[in-house]
C-alpha cells in the first residue's frame, strides 16, 4: 500500500507562486511514475503534469505549461509541483498520484493505481 500526502497549498494573490510537495510512504518510490491533478468546484479532476520515474521526462496540461514545473527528489520520496504565476482559475484542490503502470509518462486518471488527500490551492484576483 502506497500512502500519498500533499502539503504547501494555501491561499495566495494572482501573479504569486507556490510549491506543493506529494511525500509517499513506499521503499521502492523510483518505482512509481507520479502525477499532479486537480479539481476546481464544480469541475471534473484534470491532468496537470506527469514525470517519469527517473524524472527526465514530464509533461504538462496546456493551461500549466510555461508558469508550472514537476520534479522530484527520489532520495527523499518526494514529488514536487511549483507553481508560478498563479492566476485565479488555477483555484483547485490539488492531487499527487502514483502509477506503476507501463513506461514513460501518464497523464489519464485511471492510468493511476494510489492518490493523496489533495490539498487547497486558492488565488485571489
Known amino acids: 500500500q502506497v500512502q500519498l500526502v500533499e502539503s504547501g497549498g494555501g491561499l495566495v494573490q494572482a501573479g504569486d507562486s507556490l510549491r506543493l510537495s506529494c511525500a509517499a510512504s513506499v521503499r521502492t518510490f523510483s518505482s512509481y511514475i507520479m502525477g499532479w491533478f486537480r479539481q476546481a468546484p464544480g469541475k471534473e479532476r484534470e491532468f496537470v503534469a506527469t514525470?517519469?520515474?527517473?524524472?527526465?521526462?514530464?509533461y504538462y496540461a496546456d493551461s500549466v505549461r510555461g508558469r508550472f514545473t514537476i520534479s522530484r527528489d527520489n532520495a527523499k520520496n518526494t514529488v514536487y509541483l511549483q507553481m508560478n504565476s498563479l492566476k485565479p482559475e488555477d483555484t483547485a484542490v490539488y492531487y499527487c498520484?502514483?502509477?506503476?503502470?507501463?513506461?514513460?509518462?501518464?497523464?489519464?486518471?485511471?492510468?493511476?493505481?494510489?492518490w493523496g488527500q489533495g490539498t487547497q490551492v486558492t488565488i485571489s484576483s
Open positions: 514525470i517519469s520515474r527517473t524524472g527526465d521526462m514530464t
Open positions: 498520484a502514483a502509477s506503476l503502470r507501463g513506461r514513460g509518462l501518464r497523464s489519464r486518471q485511471y492510468d493511476y493505481d494510489y
